[in-house]
T-cell receptor, first 116, second 112 residues
Framework: GAVVSQHPSRVICKSGTSVKIECRSLDFQATTMFWYRQFPKQSLMLMATSNEGSKATYEQGVEKDKFLINHASLTLSTLTVTSAHPEDSSFYIC????????????FGQGTRLTVV | GDSVTQMEGPVTLSEEAFLTINCTYTATGYPSLFWYVQYPGEGLQLLLKATKADDKGSNKGFEATYRKETTSFHLEKGSVQVSDSAVYFCARRGSNTGKLIFGQGTTLQVKP
């Protein structure tokens, strides 16, 4: 299947700083990317959906000013956690697809964020 | 709203035992159904899928059949291995939005 690369795999940052997570589609054009958050031993919660060249659509309850999503090209989307706090510590996973809603989405490896 | 419900884990089995992980979904429209597997510290990998009623998805010895009448998509494997130890997620995808909605995940532990 297609490859989605997420970087970094782990990051530790100080409270109050910002962290950027990258999600790249390596061998296809990702017209749509999804960002998920996963709490320990829980399911994935969709945070936002981004289409290349347009603003992201955030799910209810997700602060768009805190979780900045940029999808400037067909192969790269970034999630920036601004002014991070310990409660933002989580596992963040991106997925990407090329094409319509019925096209399979491929997942990145995930990023473990720890805010100290 | 749309939802997916999985049996709670953890599920602990001995090697070569039979596995069933139950999954049911809300019946809004005609969703596609998926099983994903997540190994420790990694992202999700698609295990199998079914896009319409009575379809059977299969991969690596795992199977699941799309049952519209019971709105279920139970995952089965006849003989599990230690390497199957992971978290398994059932998911549905709406045909209009393309969004995946996940169940809560079921941890499988297979002991030698």
């Amino acid at each position: 299947g297609a490859v989605v690369s997420q970087h970094p795999s782990r990051v530790i940052c100080k409270s109050g700083t910002s962290v950027k997570i990258e999600c790249r589609s390596l061998d296809f054009q990702a017209t749509t990317m999804f960002w998920y958050r996963q709490f320990p031993k829980q399911s994935l919660m969709l945070m936002a959906t981004s289409n290349e060249g347009s603003k992201a659509t955030y799910e209810q309850g997700v602060e768009k000013d805190k979780f900045l999503i940029n999808h400037a090209s067909l192969t790269l989307s970034t999630l920036t956690v601004t002014s991070a706090h310990p409660e933002d510590s989580s596992f963040y996973i991106c997925s990407a697809r090329d094409g319509s809603a019925n096209t399979e989405a491929f997942f990145g490896q995930g990023t473990r964020l720890t805010v100290v | 709203g749309d939802s997916v419900t999985q049996m709670e884990g953890p599920v602990t089995l001995s090697e070569e035992a039979f596995l069933t992980i139950n999954c049911t979904y809300t019946a809004t429209g005609y969703p596609s159904l998926f099983w994903y597997v997540q190994y420790p510290g990694e992202g999700l990998q698609l295990l199998l899928k079914a896009t319409k009623a009575d379809d059977k998805g299969s991969n690596k010895g795992f199977e699941a059949t799309y049952r519209k009448e019971t709105t279920s998509f139970h995952l089965e494997k006849g003989s599990v291995q230690v390497s199957d130890s992971a978290v398994y997620f059932c998911a549905r995808r709406g045909s209009n939005t393309g969004k995946l909605i996940f169940g809560q995940g079921t941890t499988l532990q297979v002991k030698p």
